[in-house]
C-alpha cells in the first residue's frame, strides 16, 4: 500500500502562471515533509520541507502548504517558468532522525513559453 | 566538486552477472542511504549507514543484495546473479545525522539483458 500518493502523474501550465502539485499521505505519524525536484538522468534535488507543526513554509517563488487534518500537501510554484519543468516527488519522514524517506510517485510539470 | 558522487553512471549486464556499484558521500556526513527508483516509481528506501554500521534495511534488499560501508566513508552495494528485474536506477544520499537534510548523487543507471 502506498503510504505517499501522488495522484497527478503528469501536469501542464503556461509560463507565468501557478503550478499546484498535490500529495497525500495516509501516515499519521509522519512529521516531516518534503518536495524533490528531479532531471531526466540525475539524481533528486531537495527544494522545500515543511514541519508537520506548521502549515505553510515558503521559500521564494515556492511555497508548501500542509492541511494535517486531510493528510494533504501542496507545492504552489509562482510564477512558473520553463526551468521548472521537472518530475516533482513528495516524500515523507516519521522523525528525521530515522533513515528512510517515503517518496510518491511524482507529477511530471511541464511549463510551457 | 563536494557532492554525492557515484560510479559508474551506466551499467550494462547480462542476467546472472554480478555487478558492484560505488558512492562517495560528502566528505563529513556520517550517514549514507541507498536507494532504487524503477520506472514510474518514486525512489525506494533500500538501507542506511551511520559510520560504518549498517542500520536499517528494507525487506527490498533480498540476499543477493549487499552493501558496505567499511570505514565509515564511501559505500559500495553489490548484486549478484542480477535478475532483469533489478534494473532500475541506483540512488545514494548522504547526510548529517538527519535524513531530512541528505544530497542524493546522480544515480546509477542498471540495465540487466
Known amino acids: 500500500d502506498q503510504q505517499v500518493k501522488q495522484n497527478s502523474p503528469s501536469l501542464s501550465v503556461q509560463e507565468g502562471r501557478i503550478s499546484i502539485l498535490n500529495c497525500d499521505y495516509t501516515n499519521s505519524m509522519f512529521d516531516y515533509f518534503l518536495w524533490y525536484k528531479k532531471y531526466p538522468a540525475e539524481g533528486p534535488t531537495f527544494l522545500i520541507s515543511i514541519s508537520s507543526i506548521k502549515d505553510k513554509n515558503e521559500d521564494g517563488r515556492f511555497t508548501v502548504f500542509l492541511n494535517k487534518s486531510a493528510k494533504h500537501l501542496s507545492l504552489h510554484i509562482v510564477p512558473s517558468q520553463p526551468g521548472d519543468s521537472a518530475v516533482y516527488f513528495c516524500a515523507a519522514s516519521v522523525g528525521g532522525s530515522q533513515g528512510n524517506l517515503i517518496f510518491g510517485k511524482g507529477t511530471k510539470l511541464s511549463v510551457k513559453p | 566538486d563536494t557532492g554525492v558522487s557515484q560510479d559508474p553512471r551506466h551499467k550494462i549486464t547480462k542476467r546472472g552477472q554480478n555487478v558492484t556499484f560505488r558512492c562517495d558521500p560528502i566528505s563529513e556526513h556520517n550517514r549514507l542511504y541507498w536507494y532504487r527508483q524503477t520506472l514510474g516509481q518514486g525512489p525506494e528506501f533500500l538501507t542506511y549507514f551511520q559510520n560504518e554500521a549498517q542500520l536499517e534495511k528494507s525487506r527490498l534488499l533480498s540476499d543477493r543484495f549487499s552493501a558496505e560501508r567499511p570505514k565509515g566513508s564511501f559505500s559500495t552495494l553489490e548484486i549478484q546473479r542480477t535478475e532483469q528485474g533489478d534494473s532500475a536506477m541506483y540512488l545514494c544520499?548522504?547526510?548529517?545525522?538527519?535524513?531530512?537534510?541528505?544530497?542524493f548523487g546522480q544515480g546509477t543507471r542498471l540495465t540487466v539483458v
Open positions: 544520499a548522504s547526510s548529517f545525522d538527519r535524513v531530512t537534510e541528505a544530497f
